[in-house]
Every structure is written in C-alpha cells, then in structure tokens.
C-alpha cells in the first residue's frame, strides 16, 4: 500500500499512532494519516536522519548548504517549530544516533571521526568523546553501552563508552553496507552482494549471495533480518538457519529506510519517491 508519493526521496521518517513525520529535502513534513491534514517546517541544509525523542519532540540532523557543516535541530511537535540547534563546523554527518536514557547523540562525519554531544544542558552542547578513524563509518549501532560501527575499509569496530576503549571485532577487506551485532554473532553485508554471518565464539563464517544486487540496509524484528537492497527488493534472512526465506517487491528504486511499526505492520520509502505500508506474515 503506497500511503504517501513524494517530490523528493525520503531518507527518513518515523510513525506514532495517526500521524507520520518524515524528512523530505530540506522540511520536516508532519501528516495525520486519517485525515491526509499535512503541514510542514523548515530544517535546514539538506535532511538526513531524525530521532523521535519523546511524545513532543525529534531530533533531525542535515548537512548544510556550506560546505563541511552539519546541524542537529530539536524539533518540538506541538509549537511545529525548532528550538534549540547543534552545528558541527568540521565534517558532514554520514550517520546519526541518539544515546538510549542519555540525552546524549552521537554521529560518523567526513572528517573521519565519530562524536558524541551530551545536550542535558541545551542551547549549551558538550563534547564527551571523539574517536578518530583512518576512513568513513557508514553505520552505528549502540548495545549495553557499546558503539559498533563499521568502516569503508572493512573493519568492525566495538567502543565500550565505560572505558573509552576501542576494539577490532573483524576485519572484512571490503566496503560493508550495513550490519547486525548481538553478544554472539555479527552479520553485515557488502557492496559486491554478499551477507556474512560470523560467529563470534567460533570464528565459523557463513556467507549468501544475492545476483546483481546488494543490500544497503538492515533491520532486526523477531529473529529475522528485513533487508534493503539497491535494486528495491525487500529481503528476509532467518539469522538462526541463515537462509533468505522471502524476497518482496515493494519498491522500484533503492530502499532507503525500513520500520517496524508494530508486530507484523512494516513501513519502507524509497529513491523511487514513495513511502508504502505493509504486512509480513
């Protein structure tokens, strides 16, 4: 079901309840999903990623129209408008994440470093650490108090924020898309098409390969990997038996951002300029 065609492509967006808020160039767009009622608001620079803090407020990030500026504004839903704005003047965001029961973001940017903005205190930002890399990091995920991020150059990476120590988790020797981590396994997937899974108590690695394709985003639901692809096919990997068990066609263009809503609803947008709604039995 399409429930939404757009001028441009949505790189994100989030659900709550009737109401849909997504990125679309440089405006957060705010639509009640019942009634079609659409209003909208100016970012900034160009939108990539939000974060839905609480019942009344998102964070986006976007990289600005001056070269090597990204910005991070707090978006209060009821007011529709922005309160409070973050610029980092060094490097354009890559890849954006806000901190769980912290109000603390963190983000991958050109400059080849990942950095955290502690905002208890906002307009006053602060700095808690940088971490400088030797290439991009395309993808952050945070568990049980560790940054996993992954490099162009094929590294995996954990950062355990309770000693500021960073670890080399494996090493892939090729330009990963995006991956998965959990205490026993890893699975990412690479620009040439394939997804690996490796065992992190063993070392076993196992590995599929999709034709012509490859993914560029994953997400977890229910033991189950809902991947992207370049090509607009949706894949479902089962992580336990490690095989690809459905392959949908939703999207005519490069999948962008998938969500789980609830249970089996499932949301996903497109470069193809449309965000569609639905179902995975």
Request: charged share 25%; aromatic share 14%.
């Amino acid at each position: 079901e399409t429930i939404k065609k757009t001028e441009y492509a949505v790189r994100d967006f989030c659900v709550s309840k009737d109401t849909i808020y997504y990125i679309e160039h440089r405006d957060i767009h705010v639509e009640n999903t019942d009634t079609k009622v659409e209003s909208s608001f100016f970012i900034g620079g160009y939108g990539l990623e939000m974060f839905n803090l609480n019942s009344n407020e998102i964070i986006t990030t976007s990289n600005e129209l001056v070269q090597n500026v990204s910005s991070f504004r707090f978006y209060q839903k009821n007011a529709n408008e922005v309160k409070e704005v973050y610029y980092y003047k060094k490097g354009r965001t890559i890849d954006f994440l806000k901190i769980p029961d912290k109000n603390i973001f963190a983000f991958s940017s050109t400059d080849k470093k990942i950095t955290f903005i502690n905002f208890d205190n906002r307009p006053i930002f602060k700095k808690e650490v940088e971490i400088n890399l030797n290439s991009y990091s395309r993808k952050l995920i945070f568990k049980n108090n560790n940054l996993y991020f992954i490099t162009d150059l094929g590294d995996i990476y954990k950062y355990d924020l309770s000693n500021n120590k960073k670890e080399l988790l494996y090493k892939a020797n090729e330009i990963l898309t995006d991956f998965y981590v959990d205490e026993q396994t890893i699975i990412y997937t690479t620009i040439s098409g394939k997804i690996s899974k490796i065992n992190l108590k063993n070392n076993k690695l196992q590995t599929l390969n999709i034709n012509r394709n490859f993914i560029v985003n994953v997400l977890y639901s229910n033991n189950k990997l809902i991947c992207g692809s370049w090509k607009g096919d949706i894949f479902v990997i089962d992580i336990n038996k490690f095989k690809i068990t459905k392959e949908l066609k939703y999207h005519n263009s490069t999948v962008l951002k998938i969500l789980n809503y609830k249970d089996n609803v499932f949301y996903s947008s497109s470069i193809d300029k449309t965000i569609k709604k639905w179902y995975l039995n």
